[in-house]
């Protein structure tokens, strides 16, 4: 599946209704974009040419012309079968075999659309900011704590200074703590976590660079962020979209722990020989 279309499909929710007509043509008709005019495209939605400047500018693009192009590129290259490709949902009776398949598609699938849609620059960006961190937070309740938590004992083996509390007091406090060149990373797929985006407004008040981790498009969290690192995961009725969302977001959080670590190989090494060797000499014998 294409990025832009990804991308379209995340955010249609949160769109104006006239951005919604917009979208949908552009969802249902794809391979037509490529030979319409913003003028075409803005009657054929029942729209007009603003609406379509503003679409593209909430996808990231200066204009329809760089769209245009970007969104050809992406049929090109999509296959037939990837088009009708769906997520799956959990339904009740299912059998064990079809439980297994499902939810390992829907993990599979959270992961391909993450690479989608993710912004390379801002994976470099978010690594250069960790690197040089004397601190780093991680902020996530809920679902997203358990990934936080993931996140603290990774870059806790590479010797990084770094905290993730599950008690949102605790989050705020330790916000307030950090100074200008630590790292503050904000976990929240729908982006309006309440207690999350108090942690984040904090440490972004106090000069701290900030991250999130969000599905794609505006939201609370993101805007307020430095760097966004976007994921897409479907939001199903049986909860299969907090399990795949915690999929995509766990990815986030292995790249940039991989990169880090890359960067820093001779360093990283070390310190994860020093941990490796210590947890076996407690290992019960």
């Given amino acids: 599946m294409s990025g832009n279309i990804i991308k379209i499909r995340e955010i249609i929710n949160n769109l104006s209704p006239s951005e919604k007509k917009v979208a949908q043509f552009i969802l249902e008709k794809p391979e037509q974009i490529s030979n319409l005019s913003i003028g075409e495209l803005a009657e054929k939605s029942g729209s007009s040419e603003a609406t379509?400047?503003?679409?593209?500018?909430?996808?990231?693009?200066?204009?329809?012309?760089?769209?245009?192009?970007?969104?050809?590129?992406?049929?090109?290259?999509?296959?037939?079968?990837?088009?009708?490709?769906?997520?799956?949902?959990?339904?009740?009776?299912?059998?064990?075999?079809?439980?297994?398949?499902?939810?390992?598609?829907?993990?599979?699938?959270?992961?391909?659309?993450?690479?989608?849609?993710?912004?390379?620059?801002?994976?470099?960006?978010?690594?250069?900011?960790?690197?040089?961190?004397?601190?780093?937070?991680?902020?996530?309740?809920?679902?997203s704590n358990i990934i936080a938590t993931d996140a603290m004992q990774k870059f806790t083996r590479i010797n990084k200074i770094v905290t993730s509390y599950s008690d949102p007091h605790l989050q705020i406090a330790s916000a307030a703590n950090l100074n200008k060149g630590d790292v503050a990373v904000a976990i929240s797929y729908s982006?309006?976590?309440?207690?999350?985006?108090?942690?984040?407004?904090?440490?972004?008040?106090?000069?701290?660079?900030?991250?999130?981790?969000?599905?794609?498009?505006?939201?609370?969290?993101?805007?307020?962020?430095?760097?966004?690192?976007?994921?897409?995961?479907?939001?199903?009725?049986?909860?299969?979209?907090?399990?795949?969302s915690r999929i995509a977001q766990l990815n986030v959080i292995d790249i940039l722990f991989a990169a880090v670590a890359s960067k820093q190989f001779d360093i990283a090494k070390r310190y994860l020989e020093n941990t490796r060797k210590a947890i076996i000499k407690k290992k019960i014998k």
């Avoid at 037939?80 to 398949?101: F, M």
């Avoid at 108090?198 to 307020?224: C, L």
């Fill in 191 to 244: 982006g309006d976590t309440k207690d999350t985006f108090e942690s984040i407004k904090v440490a972004k008040e106090s000069r701290a660079t900030t991250i999130s981790i969000t599905k794609f498009g505006q939201s609370p969290i993101s805007e307020i962020c430095d760097i966004n690192l976007f994921v897409s995961a479907p939001e199903i009725s049986i909860r299969s979209g907090a399990m795949s």
């Fill in 52 to 143: 379509v400047v503003r679409m593209c500018k909430i996808l990231g693009f200066n204009g329809y012309k760089d769209f245009k192009i970007s969104i050809t590129k992406d049929i090109a290259y999509m296959s037939k079968d990837e088009e009708g490709e769906q997520y799956t949902d959990v339904e009740p009776g299912d059998t064990l075999e079809s439980i297994v398949q499902n939810i390992s598609y829907n993990n599979k699938k959270s992961i391909d659309n993450t690479l989608d849609i993710i912004s390379f620059d801002a994976i470099k960006a978010a690594v250069s900011a960790i690197i040089s961190a004397d601190k780093i937070d991680f902020y996530g309740v809920g679902a």
